[in-house]
């Protein structure tokens, strides 16, 4: 069965089609901590994260000079705090139950 479309026919069915691809892009490695905040943070505020998270495990911290540390510019002045993605949701998975996620902020 061999079925013929019209240019313009084509060009309806290319416009119905194009909606319901999606091209998937490769997570960047380094990202904006208010970038994440929902899917590695569970939502929580910059504070809170840095509170709970940063400072109570400073080891994630870059300029602490560990290694696997996936986190910079925590305390910064007038810097971006940044994520470096791989090694923070691999560290995020292995110490979710040593974060007190019902904590609140003092």
Request: hydrophobic residues 40%; proline residues 8%.
């Amino acid at each position: 069965m061999e079925i013929n479309f019209s240019p313009d026919n084509l060009k309806e069915l290319a416009n119905l089609v194009a909606p319901l691809l999606t091209i998937s892009q490769p997570e960047p490695d380094w990202v904006k901590l208010k970038e994440v905040r929902d899917d590695l943070f569970a939502g929580k505020s910059p504070a809170w994260i840095r509170l709970f998270v940063f400072d109570t495990f400073p080891e994630v911290q870059i300029e602490n000079g560990q290694p696997q540390a996936w986190v910079k510019g925590v305390h910064g002045q007038g810097s971006v705090t940044k994520i470096y993605l791989p090694y923070a949701r691999k560290w995020m998975h292995e110490h979710h139950d040593d974060i007190d996620w019902t904590a609140r902020m003092p």
